[in-house]
Structures are given as C-alpha cells and as structure tokens.
C-alpha cells in the first residue's frame, strides 16, 4: 500500500496533537482544571467531538476518502458553537447568582460573590477556549485530507 503526501501530513498533525494534549491534561493538571472550572462539562464533550471526529477523519485519510466530509465540517462549526454556548452560561451565572442578594458591606458575602464571578467568567472563558482550539484542529485536518493535489511520486 503505497501512501500519499496526505496520510504523513495528517500523522505529524495527529502526532503533534496527541503530545500537546498529553502535556497539557496530564503533567501541567489540565484535565483537573477543566474539571473544577467548568461547571457546564461542555469542554469535555468538545474534547470527545476532537477525538472521534480525528479518528474518523483518520480512517478517511487512510482509506484515500476525501469526498462527503459535510459532517466532519459540521462538527468542526459544533464544537465552536458548543464553547459559545459555554460562554453563555457562564455569563449567565456571573449575571444573575453574583449580585444577587449582596450585601456591601459584609466581607464574607462579598468574597462570595467574587467567588462566583471568577468561576462563571472561568467557566465562559474555559469553554471557548477548548471550542476554539478543537475546531482549529478539526478544521485543519479536514483541510489536510481535502488536499487532492499532493501525491507522492
């Protein structure tokens, strides 16, 4: 089986990838951080659309399938609406459970409610974050696997 430009462009993305994910959840507590910053979980399903939407593109790369990648296009714009939506609720919960109820000049409700500020604005900012870099990816190897002129010789 002889294999195309495509295939090797796709496994050093995927190589890359893998690595930098790794580092980030593993050695620096990433997947903990996510954990305890984003009450809404929607980074995690991000991170899944990521991975079997990179397996999928994966197996089309090997199988030389470049055509009928609507669906692959679809879950790229998904994961970024998904960290939209993330952001929203955020937003949501910074809005309307902060200053609800605060009373000035007590300390401890007001270490409260910046409490619930920082975990709402992390929460928004955490989700778009993981929606923004997951759809880079995805797009990126759907642009990687619709290049239909590199061709090993």
Known sequence: MKLDLTFWKFWTTEVILLVSLYVALVPLGG????????FTYLSFVNLTILVVTSLWVGVRVLRNQRRGT?????????????GMVGTLFGFLLVLYSTFDGIDVSDTESMKKAIETLANGM???LLTSLVGLVSSIVIKLQLVILEDKDEKVQ
């Open 31 to 38: 997947y903990d951080f996510i954990l305890a910053n984003d």
């Open 70 to 82: 609507d669906l692959q296009w679809f879950l790229a714009d998904s994961v970024l609406s998904l």
């Open 122 to 124: 992390g929460t928004a």
